[in-house]
């Protein structure tokens, strides 16, 4: 069975930086594709950012653009996102996915692994 795990949530003012990592174990990484989505309290879940298990393609929503880094490191079965600039509308839990196909990228339904979430919190 797959699991991922993700870490590296917490607190941090305005302006700040966190790294997200998603630790992948079982048959997870024959996917082809991992992405990142996050829920506000009373609010749907929403794409972040996407990347291919081969690192040749990345896609981010265009309210991270330019602030936030999708990358792999298939050797540590692990994903990251690379959070700069934080915001306090990027307060949330974030959850990291795997897929398999390389269309799709923003609909939570085309991934078939989610992790258990982490939560972001960005003070203003």
């Known amino acids: 069975q797959a699991q991922l795990v993700e870490s590296g949530g917490g607190l941090v003012q305005a302006g700040g930086s966190l790294r997200l990592s998603c630790a992948a174990s079982?048959?997870?990484?024959?996917?082809?594709?991992m992405g990142w989505f996050r829920q506000a309290p009373g609010k749907e879940r929403e794409f972040v950012a996407a990347?291919?298990?081969?690192?040749?393609?990345?896609v981010y929503a265009d309210s991270v653009k330019g602030r936030f880094t999708i990358s792999t490191e298939n050797a540590k079965n692990t994903a990251y996102l690379q959070m700069n600039s934080l915001k306090p509308e990027d307060t949330a839990v974030y959850y990291c996915a795997a897929k398999y196909g390389r269309i799709n990228y923003h609909r939570p339904t085309s991934y078939a692994y989610w992790g258990q979430g982490t939560q972001v919190t960005v003070s203003s």
């Open positions: 079982g048959r997870t990484f024959s996917s082809d594709a």
């Open positions: 990347i291919t298990c081969s690192g040749d393609d990345t």
